[in-house]
């Protein structure tokens, strides 16, 4: 495989995919221990946790979130491996969804709960870097058509 601008961005969304997969999964596997994570950073960890917002209809976000992410690595390893319309414009679409979501979801933390998960932010701020490079990849496959 050449490393070309648009492989390295498709690596990092990879690697950063991957990244978020651990963290969401750690939140899910302590979630369902009814164990929390130390908050060395914040202080707010356990009272974010905790939330009514942390979950919906009893499916911790965190589990939603580890899903999204797995499915963006797999997706990164298609495109990788293939170019593909379909993955190319589900990878911005899935990505974008996640941009909105940790939107809302520091919204809450800051103006509802009053309170910062460290662990949340990190999950967050990974997914906008994913939106992000979803975006320029997109941008770059579309200027090399022309």
């Known amino acids: 495989m050449k490393l070309t601008k648009n492989n ?12 978020g997969f651990l963290d969401a999964t750690y939140l899910t596997i302590l ?8 908050c060395t950073i914040t202080s707010g960890c356990e009272t974010v946790l905790t939330s ?4 919906i209809l009893s499916v911790p976000i ?6 999204f992410y797995f499915f ?7 495109l990788l491996t293939s170019r ?21 979801l520091i919204y809450i933390q800051l103006v509802i709960i009053n309170a910062l998960c460290q662990y949340c932010v990190i999950s967050e ?5 994913i ?4 975006f320029l990849f997109l941008r770059l496959q579309s200027n090399k058509g022309r």
């Open 8 to 19: 390295f961005i498709l690596l990092s969304i990879l690697f950063l995919s991957f990244l």
């Open 31 to 38: 979630h369902y221990k009814s164990a929390f994570p130390p």
């Open 52 to 55: 009514k917002y942390a979950t």
């Open 62 to 67: 965190a589990l939603i979130g580890s899903l």
């Open 72 to 78: 963006l690595v797999i997706l990164s390893v298609a």
């Open 84 to 104: 593909n319309k379909t993955f190319e414009q589900a990878i911005l679409i899935i990505s974008a969804s996640g941009f909105v979501v940790s939107l809302v």
């Open 125 to 129: 701020v990974i997914s906008f870097l």
């Open 131 to 134: 939106f992000g490079l979803a």
